[in-house]
């Protein structure tokens, strides 16, 4: 294992070969070759010996767990989730392996048994703010948003300056349409971290209809457009008597900023401006060519009839795709269950 320690896996695979050849029934040296095995890529034979100490030995966890890391490697999902399954079994109150088999669970997409893994590591060390993070945000992508809240609220008790267990808390909120208790959570994450952009961004969607929210947000949102463009973007959505100023000053900072240049298209078309609004729309396209609302809103603007249906066509497929894989989504990350201590 010291050779292992110092990147020498040929030399430790080769010692260890040999203690094994003199020692057929030592579990925990067969498990070692095989995790030396695996460091060298040899994920066949590194299997079969770690196959063989369970069998001598069925009773630990790291041997499954192992069994799992290879799998991955292979790839076969399926073998890495039922290895981390039967580890979890037998990790009992042991930090170190519990947070191993909830990351091979992460990377092989079981999350459910993540979701397990996880909520017995708040169990275990809730003194540590990564399994409320982690925790609450499978649960948002699994659509579990009250469990997701649970979680958030359970992290900010403990962390209350942690900006992104607030920005969690937000989303969920948010998905559960709480809309003012997530502007004030995204709010708190602001001032967690005032210099981390993505507190800033969380507020895009709500800001229309920010209300008596809308003084708060302003005093955040304004030295934050001192040192990004994307500043300017959010208070065109919030104030909009200023809309027109911050986005030209968008445009001007940052050309390439796509949604600055659908909102400018909107504003346009509103105005009745049609040449303009389509030059608009038509640069968020060269950026994002799958912007559907770009595409329905040229379906409108273009005269040429022809032009136009090519632009409504293509939003009825983008649209169409993205309900697709939002249901493919769905099924593959059913809602899971979850209770938080």
Not at 60 to 73: C, N, P, V
């Amino acid at each position: 294992m010291r050779l292992a320690a110092r990147g020498d896996f040929a030399g430790a695979g080769r010692v260890l070969a040999e203690f094994v050849a003199s020692h057929p029934k030592d579990a925990d040296a067969r498990y070692r070759l095989g995790v030396v095995l695996m460091r060298q890529g040899e994920l066949t034979q590194a299997a079969a010996s770690v196959e063989a100490a369970i069998r001598l030995d069925g009773t630990q966890a790291s041997y499954h767990l192992a069994l799992g890391e290879i799998a991955l490697r292979v790839p076969d999902h399926a073998k890495a989730v039922a290895a981390a399954g039967r580890a979890a079994k037998l990790a009992g109150g042991n930090v170190a392996l519990w947070r191993a088999i909830a990351t091979v669970q992460q990377r092989a997409g079981d999350g459910i048994g993540e979701a397990r893994s996880l909520q017995s590591l708040l169990r275990l060390t809730p003194e540590d703010r990564a399994p409320y993070a982690r925790l609450s945000a499978l649960l948002l992508d699994h659509r579990t948003a009250d469990g997701a809240l649970a979680v958030a609220e359970a992290g900010v008790r403990r962390f209350a300056r942690d900006a992104e267990l607030w920005r969690l808390h937000g989303l969920a909120a948010y998905a559960m349409g709480r809309k003012e208790d997530a502007l004030r959570s995204f709010l708190r994450a602001i001032d967690a971290d005032p210099k981390d952009p993505v507190g800033y961004a969380s507020l895009e969607t709500l800001l229309p209809e920010a209300g008596g929210l809308a003084p708060e947000i302003e005093k955040r949102l304004v030295p934050f457009a001192r040192r990004d463009p994307i500043g300017h973007f959010l208070l065109a959505l919030l104030l909009p008597d200023q809309r027109e100023a911050h986005l030209r000053e968008v445009t001007a900072r940052a050309p390439e900023f796509w949604p600055g240049r659908y909102e400018t298209g909107r504003l346009l078309q509103e105005r009745g401006q049609r040449a303009e609004a389509v030059a608009e729309f038509e640069a968020v396209l060269r950026l994002n060519a799958g912007h559907a609302e770009s595409h329905y809103a040229l379906s409108q603007l273009l005269p040429e009839r022809e032009q136009a249906l090519a632009h409504r066509r293509e939003h009825h497929r983008l649209k169409q795709a993205a309900a697709s894989a939002e249901r493919a989504r769905a099924a593959a990350k059913p809602r899971i269950s979850v209770s938080v201590q």
